[in-house]
């Protein structure tokens, strides 16, 4: 069981050292993304750190832009 001590101490580090990245998309595909990915035994979190770490391999040649109506 984490302490509260534990608790202060990892949002400290968490706000001195951590962002919250976002991004805009349907509520359907929200919801058919997250269902893949439990599906696959993974997280939102995990594909889209995997996709960061992707990017930054070769930022020069990024993926194609897909806006939103």
């Known amino acids: 069981m984490t302490t509260e001590a534990q608790k202060k101490s990892r949002n400290k580090w968490d706000a001195e050292n951590m962002t919250v990245l976002g991004c805009k998309v349907r509520k359907s595909i929200a919801d058919d993304f997250k269902a893949a990915c439990k599906a ?5 979190n995990a594909v889209f750190r995997y996709a960061l ?4 391999k070769d930022p020069k040649k990024p993926p194609e832009r897909r806006d939103q109506p």
């Not at 696959?40 to 939102?44: A, D, E, H, N, Q």
């Not at 770490?53 to 930054?56: C, I, V």
């Open 40 to 44: 696959v035994g993974t997280s939102p």
């Open 53 to 56: 770490d992707e990017f930054m």
